[in-house]
């Protein structure tokens, strides 16, 4: 049917009838006041509503079209199958990229390609690895529920000059840069892991066992601070997606996972002082950006609600699965999350050449594999991964394969992945002090 000459009140009951499988959930969930219930709903209407829209329904499911000034027609036929196990959405930010700098382009279509490769998408897999596609952008609200609006329009501003220079650095200290596309490509990578928490969230009110749902993004986001950029990341996509599930979907405990390599600053600044996220890191001691220190645990309301742990350079598999035992699962158990978050770096693989630890895709199924399974236990399921470091583009789609593998249920492939030859003895004294020092400050 032809909705042209439609007034928007008009159009957006058509819009809904269209759409209704997905949406209708969201109309019902009685948490919510009207506020909320509109932001999300905004999201899905408020850019479709700028359009010509064309909408046809073919039994239970529904397609939304949108035909813009150029004539290009987009496709918002994207609901989950109720027996989807994996939701992923895909932000690869092509136009975000400097030459030789190791955050670059090649990072997610790696992923992709290895996904394809060991037959992890709905090619084969059919509805049960689900990709999520014509996600909406986030907004500037959604990002400033985080980061200063002072910092979201000077950026969007830079654009002008990076359109005249090319790549402009954003950062004082340098390594994040950004060119005409990174404002708009930010937007969309953000974009991308709030559709997957929409979709996460309505999944558990009708299954008990929901999709886990994994964000391949980049720029990567866990040092943005508040007021601006910093170490190759923009916006902080995981601060920001925490922030959405409390004020959208009324989720006020938030537990953030942090296993990338370097410690998540900007993620810690952005809650040290709330006491309904709690936020609990693990990377290498005295690693970039230098912060992360154990008597680091928050502050305010907050105290004790900030949990960083870092690692002696050298330790892996062993000195994880530690860790994991004696302090994330007592940690998450404690704090009984809503939803677990996870900003999911592998840079911390023995083979990339930004840090000294020595993880293997074995590392990485075991923590997908638990953290899967601490959901489950904690918060019907509720858990989306934020792709965060990972610079061996090797190393990296094989530690992603081997996490979906593990959300999948089905046995790790790292035995074909990592050479044991390379590994070294790891420092388990070292490890073990650490892990007993954690354990007494925060009384697990």
Do not use: W
Not at 70 to 91: C, K, T
Not at 146 to 164: E, F, I, P, W
Not at 191 to 207: E, F, H, P, R
Request: charged fraction near 20%; charge should be negative.
């Amino acid at each position: 049917m032809e909705l042209r000459a439609l007034p928007s009140s008009a159009l957006s009951e058509h819009l809904i009838s269209c759409i209704v499988p997905r949406y209708i959930k969201i109309k019902n969930i009685c948490k919510l006041n009207l506020e909320e219930k509109a932001a999300v709903m905004r999201r899905s209407f408020d850019q479709l509503l700028r359009f010509n829209l064309r909408c046809s329904a073919k039994g239970d499911s529904a397609t939304v079209y949108a035909s813009n000034a150029h004539g290009m027609e987009l496709s918002f036929s994207n609901i989950p199958p109720h027996d989807a196990r994996i939701l992923y959405s895909v932000a690869p930010s092509m136009g975000h990229n400097k030459e030789n700098h190791p955050e670059s382009n090649l990072r997610v279509p790696a992923i992709v390609n290895a996904l394809e490769g060991f037959e992890l998408t709905s090619k084969y897999r059919g509805l049960e690895v689900f990709e999520m596609q014509n996600f909406l952008p986030a907004s500037v609200d959604d990002i400033a529920r985080v980061h200063a609006r002072a910092y979201v329009a000077g950026l969007q501003k830079a654009m002008s000059k990076a359109t005249d220079e090319g790549i402009i650095f954003i950062d004082g200290s340098g390594p994040t840069y950004a060119t005409e596309t990174t404002f708009q490509e930010s937007l969309i990578a953000a974009g991308a892991g709030l559709s997957l928490v929409d979709s996460v969230v309505s999944a558990s009110k009708n299954s008990p066992n929901p999709p886990i749902g994994f964000a391949l993004i980049r720029p990567p986001g866990h040092h943005a601070i508040p007021k601006g950029p910093m170490g190759f990341c923009v916006f902080g996509n995981i601060a920001v997606a925490a922030r959405y599930a409390q004020h959208v979907h009324g989720l006020s405990r938030v537990l953030i996972i942090d296993f990338d390599v370097h410690h998540g600053n900007g993620t810690c600044d952005a809650f040290y002082d709330d006491p309904n996220v709690f936020f609990l890191s693990t990377h290498q001691v005295g690693s970039y950006p230098g912060t992360g220190k154990i008597e680091q645990v928050g502050q305010g309301k907050g105290e004790g609600t900030t949990l960083n742990l870092p690692l002696p350079g050298g330790s892996g598999d062993y000195a994880m699965r530690s860790v994991f035992d004696e302090v994330i699962a007592p940690c998450a158990q404690r704090f009984k999350p809503d939803i677990i978050l996870v900003s999911a770096g592998y840079d911390a693989h023995v083979l990339d050449p930004l840090a000294g630890l020595q993880f293997t895709a074995g590392t990485y199924y075991m923590l997908a594999s638990s953290i899967k399974q601490l959901a489950k236990e904690l918060c019907k399921g509720r858990c989306v991964f934020f792709l965060e470091g990972g610079y061996n583009l090797q190393s990296l789609s094989h530690s992603v394969v081997d996490t979906f593998r593990a959300f999948l249920g089905e046995p790790s492939l790292a035995p074909e992945f990592d050479d044991p030859a390379i590994l070294y003895e790891e420092p388990l004294s070292k490890a073990k002090q650490v892990i007993q020092k954690v354990k007494h400050l925060h009384s697990l």
